[in-house]
């Protein structure tokens, strides 16, 4: 969970020494012909190496590229589409999380051969980004993709599909994801779709995306864009093969009782509220003798929330000389969120009901499954409210023959403002104990049984806006050397 007024700062100074090892050369000699013809070969820097490289091929590393076209070709219109697709990503979060996640929703990530969304390295143009200002249920850290570049500018997407931990450190055990945006656009380019749905429910995508890319002289390159994307929403109540969404904890719900404790029910047989179905519940029959109260929650939970997001993204290049580049960025976006979930979550640890309650005909101590709140009340709303901006600048260049220098500086947050909201469990228990309501007035408890029912609201609802944040200021300064060695022992 996210702490409020949460900060994370980290600077980062490496730099690497110059590799020197004594080497065997067998040269042969080209032809004129060949010799001109290789030195017109542009070297690039591949994801996963400090080596610049003629072909990517050359790469130790498994790489997979993608380019923009291919986006249209897969019908993808966003990052996130890109990455549900890839067979290589699994367990990532880039939906609306209404059944796994609180926290997330509106945001994507990366999770690349199923090794934890906090152990893929994202990248843009090479460069770090700065995490989410919130984290998985679990509590892993991502870089939110959502928040990334608009689509029309990026160029191709590279994907190391190995560990480069060597390289990147422990955040990329299971690999990279390096965006590399457009560099070679001149003119505007705009795109428009929209996308709405034919048959079980109505739900709507609006999306704009604008690229326009000039030459500044012989030697400057300047690349704008910007995206805006408007999602209405879809009830799982819509879709035909989804009903019923129900849930056995319910609000009425079930109880479990242990004086019918059998072989098949070791901790208790559990039955359906009495008045289960007169209340509003559905009632369900188990195996082995036991019974349920369901809830319906599919006219309640949004299985695509209403998103509205904004995405800008500005980057200029300059060649300073034949052997030195020079580049500044910016990139700003915000994503609104609003859902709506059931009345309230279950609570999952069984919290028990004293013979006492003056509402247990049982006679003797039971224990709840179900929930503060189901049916009959109104449905939750949950929103969130993303907000990433970025600046950076550096260069890069060559000192002598295979020698490289880089350097670069990032200052980046994201801040998060989200309303989600749970029961306390530990007050939902002293509730229904009768430690609650107008009569308990700290420290002095009144008995079991005397609280006043009505009034127990406030002891069973978490109910905060938490406002989360978190950044990046980093500097990298790198020297490498171009050469292929092996370093022999004597």
Partial sequence: MCNSSLRAQSLLLRTLPLLLCPVLVVAETPTNAQ?????????????????????????????????????????????????????FNAGSQNNSDNLSQNFTAGTSNVNLRGLGVSSTLVLLNGIRQVTSAVVTDQGASFVDTASLVPTLAIKRVEILKDGASAIYGSDAVAGVVNFITRDDLEGSELQYEYRTRWSEGDQEDTKIDFAHGVYVGDT?????????????????????????????FGNPGSFVIPSRADENNPNGLTVADPNCVANGGIFSKGSNGNSFCLFDFGPQITAVPNEDRLQAYARATWDWSDTTRLWAEFGYARNKITREVSPS?????????????????????????GRPYGVGKPT??????????????????EITEGIYWQFSFVAAANDAILNPRDVITDNFQAALHGLGGSN?????????????????????????????????????????????????RP
């Fill in 220 to 248: 400057g390159h300047m690349l704008f864009a910007v995206s805006f994307l408007e999602r209405s929403s879809l009830l799982l109540d819509e879709v035909d093969w989804l009903q019923p969404a129900t849930s056995s």
């Fill in 35 to 87: 010799s001109n013809d290789q030195s017109a070969i542009e070297t690039i820097t591949v994801t996963g190496s400090r080596i610049k490289r003629s072909i990517q091929s050359e790469s130790a590393s498994p790489i997979s590229s993608t380019e923009l076209s291919d986006l249209t070709d897969i019908g993808a219109n966003n990052v996130r589409d890109l990455i549900e697709v890839l067979p």
């Fill in 345 to 369: 979550f279950p609570v999952l640890n069984a919290p028990s009901v004293l013979a006492s309650h003056p509402d247990n005909p049982y006679g003797e101590d039971i224990f709840f499954r």
């Fill in 380 to 397: 939750e709303i949950n929103y969130y409210d993303h907000t990433t901006s970025r600046f950076a600048f550096g260069g890069d260049g």
């Fill in 440 to 488: 308990a007035v700290a420290p002095q408890w009144p008995k079991p049984g005397k609280a006043s029912a009505t009034t127990l609201t406030p002891l069973i609802r978490k109910t905060r806006t938490m406002s989360c944040s978190g950044t990046l200021s980093s500097v990298t300064i790198s020297v490498t050397p171009n050469r292929k060695c092996e370093c022999m």
